[in-house]
Every structure is written in C-alpha cells, then in structure tokens.
C-alpha cells in the first residue's frame, strides 16, 4: 500500500494574531506599551524605561529627538499606521509609495519605516548603501508575506518545470507584499514584482513573455486581476503550498494559464457581500469602494475598487453630501472621514479590526529607534542579503521599466 504524504500545514503566526486588537466598542486609544503588552501577541522586548511612558512623555520624546536630528532622519508613515504614529511621519502613503519616496531622500542617513517587515526590506533594497532603514518593531510582519515561505515557493517552481518542462513559459508575478526573497525569486526567473494599482499592467508584461503566471502571493489580488482581463475562472487554479503538487493535478497544472498561490490579506478579507448589503440597506445612495485584496464576490458586488491611493484620491474628490462604505483598513478609513466631514465615510465591517502587524508599531517603539540614533545605535536595521537584494531589484526596476 502507498501512503501519500503531505507537507505539514504551517500558519503563519502573524495569521492566527490577526483579530488580537478586534473590538466592537471601536476604541482604538492608544495606551502604554506595557498595557498593550497585555494583547496575546508577540512584541519585541524594548528597553523597561519604554513600558510605561505616556502619550504625552513619548510626544516630547519623539518631537525633541526629530528636532535634534533634523533632515538626517525621515519617518515614514503607512496610511494604515494609528494615527498617534502617522502624526509624525514625514511622508504617507501605500508600501511601493514610501519606498519610492526613501530612495529619493537622498540627504537623509536615517529612514524610519513605519510599517511592516517587507516594506523595510523594499526599502533598504531601492536606498542607497549609506542610508539606514529602521523598523521600529521587529515584529511588525504580514500574514499575506507570511504565506509564501521562500522554500515553499522554490518547491513550487520545481514541481511546475517537472510537469511542463523547461520549454514553456512560466512568469512569475510577486506582489508587492511579498518577502525580498520572493521577490528575488521573482528577479531571477524573468518575473517582476507588482502593485494593486498596476497589477493589470504586470499581467500583460507577463503574457507577452509567457504562457503562464504564477501569482504570489494573495490569491485574490490575482484572481481579481484575471478576471478584469478576460481570463476565465476556469483558466485559474489556487496552488495549495501544504499539498503535493499543490493539490493540482497533471491536467489542471497543464491547462491552467494564470495558478494562484493560496496567500490572502487577513484584514481584506473581512469584508463580505452580506456586509455590503447591510450598507445598501442603509442607505441605497451609498457607493462601495473596496481593495482587490477583498475576495472576488465582494469586488463583484462592489461599486468601485482600487488601490489605497485611488481610494482615498476617489473618496477625497467626491462630491459633499456623498456616502461612502469602505472595504479596507479601519485606521486610514476613520483617517479620510476626519479629513472629508461633508461626506459619509465608514467601514463595512462594524466589528473594529485593525491590521494587528501595523498595529506594532505602537510611538514607544518610533521613540526607541530615535533616541538610538542619538545614542549612534542602528536598532533594527533592516539589511537585505546581497544576492537576494540585487534579484530582488532586478524584478523592480521590470516593474518601473513596466509603469513606464
């Protein structure tokens, strides 16, 4: 008798952590650092003196440390960073948009990343070899980078050239919010890496080179942008990294044009059609703008879906008096309807969930880095393997060659 074996099923910790900081009473106040401790989720240890600092001690802290640094040091802020964070940053924006702006500053020796792991990583890749990119919580990861292991994905690739062979094409396309590793995969293949807002653009790089794609990591980004191609649901399969071959067969890999990894976004995929209905039922005039990261029923069932640029750019240029439920993250979501009063703006989701890695970066942690710096200590320098960064970059800079 033959027993087949399969990998053993791994989640991602950052996964079963994600509805740590959920709550119904939509208090998001940001307490000690040794309250927040109290959350069942992992932190980075940090020096006593941090635990039990408050607001108003970390705000003097963090304002006389930026002033007495001055243009060597840049923070930069994620739009879904709380807001007692984002207060400070010098910049905002979406991963790719951040990296972009680290690698034109320059002047600045110091570039404090405000979000998670991978966006670090992208950072340092695309800054010059003086610049120091810090992470202010070592454990601000992401589920969805999380989901593809690197050795996962050489398997993977092995598997798919033991079936189709070295003649036919297989390009494969990273996400943005991908590991560096996957992204030097992605590099050293002749793949590139894209964003949700030029993911279209990528899929037809891709085709023009090849047969197939293979998507990494978030399943609905990708699934989402097929479709928007033309590509049917049919011509798409999810490969299962725990399963051998991906819980695929010979014919499904052979037929298949566009394979999914099984990766999704834990705070996107939250949103639901029933939750949309609830809004319409509301109020029937409502618009709902959701992120491809949302599954495809929600993107289907939705009025308009983008990237979190062209949801705040649509949301910021909408007429007052107009209503807007939101399918992404809650802190950039209660962000834009501070900053939009004449308009409603709220989160399709009522039970209050924000991303649990973002959330990490509690101003404890931004003082820490600081006052290390003063202290002439690069605490949590975020430094890519030279090999990895250098095909890492190359899948890049495809991408901007790609965007024109």
């Given at each position: 008798m033959t027993t087949a074996f399969s990998k053993q099923t791994t989640i991602a910790i950052s996964e079963l952590e994600q509805s740590a900081f959920c709550q119904t009473d939509g208090n998001l106040r940001t307490k000690t650092l040794q309250e927040e401790f109290q959350t069942g989720v992992r932190w980075q240890k940090v020096p006593t003196r941090y635990l039990k600092l408050t607001p108003d001690e970390?705000?003097?802290?963090?304002?006389f440390a930026r002033k007495e640094l001055g243009d060597k040091a840049v923070l930069l802020g994620h739009h879904y960073q709380r807001d007692d964070v984002i207060q400070y940053a010098d910049f905002t924006g979406d991963s790719y948009k951040l990296s972009k702006m680290a690698a034109e500053t320059k002047e600045a020796k110091w570039i404090i990343f405000c979000g998670v792991h991978f966006m670090a990583e992208?950072?340092?890749?695309?800054?010059?070899?003086?610049q120091n990119v810090l992470l202010p919580n070592l454990a601000a990861g992401c589920s969805m980078a999380d989901m593809a292991t690197s050795q996962d994905v050489q398997d993977c690739w092995d598997d798919l050239h033991s079936i189709l062979g070295p003649t036919e094409k297989i390009i494969p396309i990273t996400y943005m919010n991908s590991a560096a590793a996957i992204k030097?995969?992605?590099?050293?293949?002749?793949?590139?890496?894209?964003?949700?807002s030029n993911a279209d653009k990528?899929?037809?790089?891709?085709?023009?080179?090849?047969?197939?794609?293979?998507?990494?990591?978030?399943?609905?980004?990708?699934?989402?942008?097929?479709?928007?191609?033309?590509?049917?649901?049919?011509?798409?399969?999810?490969?299962?990294?725990?399963?051998?071959?991906?819980?695929?067969?010979n014919e499904d890999i052979k037929r298949t044009k566009v394979l999914l990894w099984q990766g999704h976004c834990s705070v996107h995929t939250r949103f639901t059609v029933d939750q949309i209905g609830s809004a319409r039922a509301r109020n029937p005039k409502t618009n709902i703008i959701v992120?491809?990261?949302?599954?495809?029923?929600?993107?289907?069932?939705?009025?308009?879906?983008?990237?979190?640029?062209?949801?705040?750019?649509?949301?910021?240029?909408?007429?007052?008096?107009?209503?807007?439920?939101?399918?992404?993250?809650?802190?950039?979501?209660?962000?834009?309807?501070?900053?939009?009063?004449?308009?409603e703006i709220f989160s399709l989701d009522p039970v209050v969930c924000p991303c649990a890695t973002m959330y990490r970066i509690h101003p404890a942690y931004v003082l820490w880095v600081l006052e290390g710096i003063m202290a002439g200590l690069a605490i949590n320098r975020i430094e890519v393997e030279p090999d990895t960064r250098l095909n890492a970059l190359i899948a890049l800079e495809r991408m901007l060659e790609m965007a024109g």
């Open positions: 970390i705000a003097e802290g963090i304002v992208t950072a340092d890749i695309l800054t010059l070899p003086d030097a995969h992605c590099g050293k293949n002749g793949g590139l890496v894209c964003t949700s990528a899929f037809d790089w891709a085709l023009d080179r090849g047969e197939k794609i293979l998507f990494l990591p978030d399943q609905h980004l990708g699934r989402n942008t097929a479709v928007a191609k033309g590509i049917s649901e049919d011509e798409m399969a999810v490969w299962n990294p725990s399963l051998p071959m991906g819980g695929l067969s992120h491809p990261e949302c599954t495809r029923e929600v993107v289907d069932a939705s009025d308009l879906y983008g990237s979190t640029e062209f949801i705040l750019e649509t949301i910021a240029t909408a007429p007052a008096g107009s209503s807007w439920g939101v399918g992404t993250e809650i802190n950039m979501v209660r962000r834009l309807a501070d900053e939009n009063p004449s308009k």
